[in-house]
């Protein structure tokens, strides 16, 4: 087993090599001599990975095509429309395989797998995406998925040279009984901020209004958006100025110092990481946003609806009826209106301060469970075969945004340059529509973001933009640690009804008041159900990570 200092320096190592990736398409990172140090030398290590564009493999493909089956998640009702892929479509005769997909919603997908992982039967050959399978689905059932090393240094030499270049990628995929039982991913072109506010322009010149800097002139935007006709169809009630799906997002609480990038619970406020529930940062924010309840400006239908209906409300079908967000980019969810609506600065909260979420070297730049090999898998060597041909630059861009010749136009110069999406179709939409996006294995090697071409007003590039308003603001947030088994199960008990109750508190404080009378006996119950405990398991993972 790996020792706790290894765990510690590999979590650091992932952060340090992940600023090395981010120099050719996004902001660079704030000048730190350690990183800077470190990634100096991980770069020269680096140095000796070559990039090759995606061949033949070198074992003989198989004399019929063998099938394969690989489940992976998909947000909302996106499908399974990456199939038509060109380069996964080619890839399934080089390998000699046949890939039958299984794609999942997240809307139902925490009960099948539960149905699913429960009953240890019927697995697919290979999980795909790290929304899919989570570090804890695999340490309470490590039986379930194959022990990765010797298949990745029999089968896989391209997945080798990537964590030649990238140790992280062994580093952190290595689970506390001491095997790989995943496989890693770096992205291309990551920007430091994740969710961020877009508001609708058009509705802002149509009411006469700026955009709002602080949390006063939010309210005031929105309550306008609500009450003056802000869309212009003589229609003044039909205006919803901000919609959600099943809770209130930490988003909207990023005002009060209040950030969450990994789900965690835990948050950076007054120089420490704490259970942010209980904080008095959490209770402003709940206030606050009682208060735009009792203003009627958010979504009533908001604690009930899934993300199939707020999406329909994001797009519908006639005009645009919703007037504030916080998402990925301007045109993740908005549709055909993506045109009336523009990212802002993070809102000042009541301290006069901006809080926003994010990664100094890139969101979600390397992670871990983007691919796991199960034990019903008959042909573990064909699955390994399979996954080592994403690990090459040329494949990866590939499956983060769509095939050359489709999505992507490779220059004789030897770049790549991003096409537009089809009309009507938002670049982000059709990028989701035409790959695996975010989910599965890929590799970018040093140095080869900078022959990608963004469009600097659209996508990615536009993002990229976006996220400069937010950068300055970023504070640290509770990484991926990885915890023990018996950490593990423990959360995972007191985790379900801490956040039971938390949620359920919630509602009733922003849907009816009284978090002031409520407040020190709601404290009380969590300590009862086992608080204590919970922050004590997190705070020993993270002092194990950080050495």
Same mark, same amino acid.
């Given at each position: 087993?790996?020792?706790?200092?290894?765990?510690?320096?590999?979590?650091?190592?992932?952060? #340090?090599?992940?600023?090395?990736?981010?120099?050719?398409?996004?902001? %660079?990172?704030?000048?730190?001599?350690?990183?800077?140090?470190?990634?100096?030398?991980?770069?020269?290590?680096?140095?000796?990975?070559?990039?090759?564009?995606?061949?033949?493999?070198?074992?003989?493909?198989?004399?019929?095509?063998?099938?394969?089956?690989?489940?992976?998640?998909?947000?909302?009702?996106?499908?399974?429309?990456?199939?038509?892929?060109?380069?996964?479509?080619?890839?399934? $005769?080089?390998?000699?395989?046949?890939? /039958?997909?299984?794609?999942?919603?997240?809307?139902?997908?925490?009960?099948?797998? $539960?149905?699913?992982?429960?009953?240890?039967?019927?697995?697919?050959?290979?999980?795909?995406?790290?929304?899919?399978?989570?570090?804890?689905?695999?340490? +309470?059932?490590?039986?379930?998925?194959?022990?990765?090393?010797?298949?990745?240094?029999?089968?896989?030499?391209?997945?080798?040279?990537?964590?030649?270049?990238?140790?992280?990628?062994?580093?952190?995929?290595?689970? =506390?009984?001491?095997?790989?039982?995943?496989?890693?991913?770096?992205?291309?072109?990551?920007?430091?901020?994740?969710?961020?506010?877009?508001?609708?322009?058009?509705?802002?010149?149509?009411?006469?209004?700026?955009?709002?800097?602080?949390?006063?002139?939010?309210? +005031?935007?929105?309550?306008?958006?609500?009450?003056?006709?802000? %869309?212009?169809?003589?229609?003044?009630?039909?205006?919803?100025?901000?919609?959600?799906?099943?809770?209130? =997002?930490?988003?909207?609480?990023?005002?009060?110092?209040?950030?969450?990038?990994?789900?965690?619970?835990?948050?950076?406020? %007054?120089?420490?990481?704490?259970?942010?529930?209980?904080? /008095?940062?959490?209770?402003?924010?709940?206030?606050? #946003?009682? /208060?735009?309840? !009792?203003?009627?400006?958010? &979504?009533?239908?908001?604690?009930?609806?899934?993300?199939?209906?707020? %999406?329909?409300?994001?797009?519908?079908?006639?005009?645009?009826?919703?007037?504030?967000?916080?998402?990925?980019?301007?045109?993740?969810?908005?549709?055909?209106?993506?045109?009336?609506?523009?990212?802002?600065?993070?809102?000042?909260?009541?301290?006069?301060?901006?809080?926003? /979420?994010?990664?100094?070297?890139?969101?979600?730049?390397?992670?871990?469970? !983007?691919?796991?090999?199960?034990?019903?898998?008959?042909?573990?060597?064909?699955? $390994?075969?399979?996954?080592?041909?994403?690990?090459?630059?040329?494949?990866?861009?590939?499956?983060?945004?769509?095939?050359?010749?489709?999505?992507?136009?490779?220059?004789?110069?030897?770049?790549?340059?991003?096409?537009?999406? =089809?009309?009507?179709?938002?670049?982000?939409?059709?990028?989701?529509?035409?790959?695996?996006?975010?989910?599965? =294995?890929?590799?970018?090697?040093?140095?080869?973001?900078?022959? #990608?071409?963004?469009?600097?007003?659209?996508? &990615?590039?536009?993002?990229?933009?976006?996220?400069?308003?937010?950068?300055?603001?970023?504070?640290?947030?509770?990484?991926?640690?990885?915890?023990?088994?018996?950490?593990?199960?423990?959360?995972?008990?007191?985790?379900?009804?801490?956040?039971?109750?938390?949620?359920?508190?919630?509602?009733?404080?922003?849907?009816?008041?009284?978090?002031?009378?409520?407040?020190?006996?709601?404290?009380?119950?969590?300590?009862?159900?086992?608080?204590?405990?919970?922050?004590?398991?997190?705070?020993?993972?993270?002092?194990?990570?950080?050495?």
């Amino acid at each position: 087993m790996k020792s706790s200092k290894k765990r510690a320096m590999a979590l650091l190592t992932a952060a #340090i090599l992940a600023a090395g990736f981010m120099s050719s398409c996004g902001s %660079n990172p704030p000048a730190d001599p350690i990183a800077t140090a470190e990634s100096a030398i991980a770069s020269e290590s680096a140095g000796t990975v070559k990039t090759e564009p995606s061949g033949a493999v070198d074992s003989p493909a198989e004399p019929e095509a063998q099938t394969l089956k690989v489940l992976t998640m998909r947000w909302g009702d996106m499908g399974d429309s990456f199939k038509q892929n060109q380069w996964l479509i080619d890839l399934e $005769a080089r390998v000699g395989v046949s890939i /039958e997909w299984d794609a999942r919603s997240d809307s139902d997908w925490a009960e099948q797998k $539960a149905l699913l992982i429960g009953s240890g039967t019927g697995l697919p050959d290979i999980f795909l995406g790290n929304e899919t399978i989570k570090d804890g689905d695999i340490i +309470a059932n490590m039986d379930l998925f194959l022990p990765l090393d010797d298949l990745i240094s029999q089968y896989m030499p391209k997945y080798q040279a990537a964590i030649d270049a990238i140790p992280a990628f062994r580093d952190l995929t290595t689970f =506390p009984d001491g095997t790989i039982r995943s496989f890693a991913k770096n992205l291309p072109c990551r920007p430091m901020t994740r969710n961020q506010p877009i508001i609708n322009k058009t509705w802002l010149d149509n009411l006469g209004l700026q955009a709002p800097t602080t949390i006063d002139e939010l309210k +005031a935007v929105l309550v306008a958006f609500k009450e003056q006709d802000a %869309n212009g169809n003589g229609d003044p009630n039909d205006e919803i100025p901000f919609s959600f799906n099943g809770d209130i =997002p930490v988003d909207l609480m990023n005002p009060f110092g209040v950030t969450d990038i990994n789900t965690s619970r835990m948050s950076w406020i %007054n120089g420490e990481f704490v259970y942010y529930p209980t904080s /008095e940062s959490y209770k402003s924010a709940i206030k606050w #946003i009682h /208060e735009l309840w !009792e203003a009627g400006v958010l &979504d009533e239908e908001g604690f009930t609806q899934d993300w199939a209906m707020v %999406n329909n409300k994001w797009q519908n079908a006639d005009i645009n009826i919703v007037g504030l967000n916080f998402q990925w980019s301007v045109d993740a969810v908005t549709g055909q209106w993506n045109k009336e609506f523009v990212g802002i600065a993070p809102i000042k909260g009541p301290d006069g301060k901006q809080y926003a /979420e994010g990664d100094w070297n890139g969101v979600y730049t390397i992670a871990r469970n !983007e691919a796991e090999i199960t034990r019903d898998c008959t042909n573990p060597e064909l699955a $390994a075969r399979w996954l080592d041909e994403f690990y090459d630059s040329e494949a990866s861009i590939q499956n983060f945004w769509g095939a050359i010749g489709t999505v992507i136009t490779k220059n004789s110069d030897g770049t790549y340059t991003l096409n537009n999406p =089809p009309e009507g179709t938002s670049a982000d939409a059709w990028y989701w529509d035409q790959s695996l996006r975010d989910f599965g =294995p890929k590799f970018i090697a040093p140095g080869f973001s900078d022959l #990608i071409k963004l469009d600097m007003t659209s996508g &990615d590039g536009a993002k990229l933009e976006m996220s400069k308003l937010a950068d300055p603001y970023i504070v640290d947030q509770y990484p991926l640690v990885i915890f023990t088994e018996e950490e593990s199960e423990e959360l995972a008990t007191l985790g379900a009804d801490l956040d039971s109750y938390v949620s359920q508190s919630r509602i009733k404080w922003v849907t009816e008041g009284g978090i002031d009378e409520d407040w020190d006996a709601y404290l009380q119950q969590l300590k009862n159900m086992g608080l204590d405990r919970f922050v004590e398991i997190k705070m020993a993972a993270l002092a194990r990570a950080r050495g």
